[in-house]
């Protein structure tokens, strides 16, 4: 890809092709606007996060249903699993993707495809660095910052010899493992985790603190750390305390309470840094706070007028949803400088696909009760409805959180199949302050739909004025 040396000014400048790239909108097709990929084109969803992690999850799903279809009354089994016919199926899609957005942008008229790093030299300057003695200067009236987050290693693992995966290489092993050690209890671990051993590898998770998803609803986090520890091997209160590679080519890992480990693959989901080092941020103004997210106020401005920030690389939530919903808003921000939309961050959820499924929205019981509000706690199981009878479910639930005084629903948390689809109706209750009552028995809940758990907690809270 040739890095293109003019015009050296632009009246956009994007860094970072992934929710950045939806901000060259048809609006700017009589200016010039650059875009700066350094990376993969397209971003961590489409190349290393959402969309290939959840193809992976769907085929560990199939995996799942067979190894689990005598339940119901039906023998059956596993034959083969073609990991190879997996990973094409999924970047065979991808990657033509990225090439193909790629492509559009470097031929477009209006727009400039620079391939390399970006730095600041100044407020609204920078050098671009494709290769080493291959450095171009540009400018622009508006810079969008949109370089998102990568993951990063603990220390111990940073200095040793093994070479070690993490999301964004272990979807392209060229073969499955016998077995895998995963170091991590957070959403990447808990979704690798589900995948890999659905697909027959020996999974062994370890964790620092005493429980996996800590940062969920602890009856979540508790329900999921039993679920898991029946699934794998589940080691917490632990860490890595040495690591080096053994004779047969994987890794001999020591644990800090003494044990060892030989896993064929070691898996790091410890956490994602932002990509705003290196960057020159400091030379162009440009303030980072101490986690190392690029400082922006409630329109995405950075503290350099002229210059944004959105997704990972200046929001604490790292999630495609609120970056695509953050680049809506500098948007239309670029071109309605004295009309700004402000970000909109109520009621964000979340979803693990791992097993079970998990989905969560708004406040926890310990927020809630922290918070000082007046609350009703209903936790529903599945079982208790008449579609959770033919799944023979008896783990899995929905958890609500109401306030008594108004109604209001302060947070839902559903741990089980479909998780992530049934949660949709409590965002947008929440979303428009509709009061749980009135969610509960102004519509028609279709019967025997699983989505009657919802109904059947949304009427277990104890509510003020609750006319029963």
């Known amino acids: ?117 970006a730095r600041f030299t100044g407020p609204r300057t920078l050098a671009v660095t494709a290769a080493p003695g291959d450095e171009v200067e540009i400018s622009g009236d508006q810079i969008v910052i949109a370089t998102g987050a990568r993951p990063m290693l603990p220390p111990v693992v940073a200095a040793s010899d093994v070479g070690v995966h993490t999301s964004d290489t272990v979807m392209r092993l060229d073969e499955l493992p016998a077995s895998m050690l995963i170091v991590g209890g957070g959403f990447v671990a808990a979704e690798f985790a589900h995948v890999f051993s659905a697909l027959g590898v020996q999974i062994t998770v370890i964790n620092r603190s005493m429980g996996l998803l800590r940062q969920l609803d602890t009856d979540l986090s508790d329900a999921f750390t039993a679920a898991a520890r029946q699934s794998w091997d589940v080691r917490l209160g632990v860490e890595i305390a040495s690591m080096t590679t053994s004779e047969r080519g994987g890794a001999s890992v020591v644990l800090s309470d003494g044990s060892t480990l030989e896993p064929e693959v070691v898996l790091v989901a410890t956490g994602r840094m932002p990509n705003s080092d290196d960057m020159g941020l400091a030379e162009a103004g440009i303030e980072v706070e101490d986690d190392g997210l690029i400082r922006v106020d409630q329109y995405g401005r950075t503290t350099v007028p002229g210059v944004w920030s959105l997704g990972d690389v200046s929001s604490p939530y790292q999630l495609k949803h609120v970056a695509n919903h953050e680049a809506r808003v500098v948007a239309h921000n670029l071109t309605h400088l004295h009309d700004l939309r402000a970000y909109r961050h109520e009621h964000v959820p979340w979803a693990i696909f791992t097993h079970p499924q998990i989905a969560t929205v708004g406040l926890t019981e310990e927020q809630a009760r922290a918070a000082d509000h007046d609350i009703s706690v209903k936790i529903q199981p599945y079982g208790d409805t008449a579609y959770g009878w ?36 409590v965002i947008q209750a929440m979303s428009f302050a509709l ?14 739909a699983l989505a009657e758990v919802i109904e059947n907690a949304l009427l277990g809270l104890d509510l003020a004025d609750d006319e029963r």
Not at 402 to 423: E, K, M, N, V
Not at 435 to 448: C, D, K, L, S, V
């Open 1 to 117: 890809m040739c890095v293109c040396v003019s015009p050296t000014h632009f009246d956009l400048i994007v860094i970072g092709s992934g929710s950045g790239n939806s901000l060259i909108s048809p609006e700017y097709e009589d200016q010039s606007v650059a875009i700066i990929e350094s990376g993969t084109f397209g971003g961590t969803c489409l190349n290393v996060g959402c969309i290939p992690t959840k193809m992976f999850v769907y085929a560990a799903e199939v995996a799942s249903t067979i190894r689990s279809a005598s339940r119901y009354g039906i023998d059956a089994h596993r034959d083969a699993v073609r990991w190879t016919d997996i990973r094409q199926r999924i970047f065979g899609r991808i990657d033509p993707i990225s090439a193909g957005g790629q492509s559009y942008r470097a031929e477009a008229e209006h727009t400039t495809l620079f391939r390399g790093h």
């Open 390 to 425: 033919a799944m023979e479910d008896t783990a899995s639930f929905v958890k609500l959180i109401g306030d008594r005084r108004t109604g209001l629903i302060l947070g839902a948390h559903f741990l089980g199949p479909q998780a992530s689809s049934l949660i949709q109706p």
């Open 435 to 448: 009061p749980a009552q009135q969610m509960a028995r102004e519509q028609y809940w279709i019967h025997p």
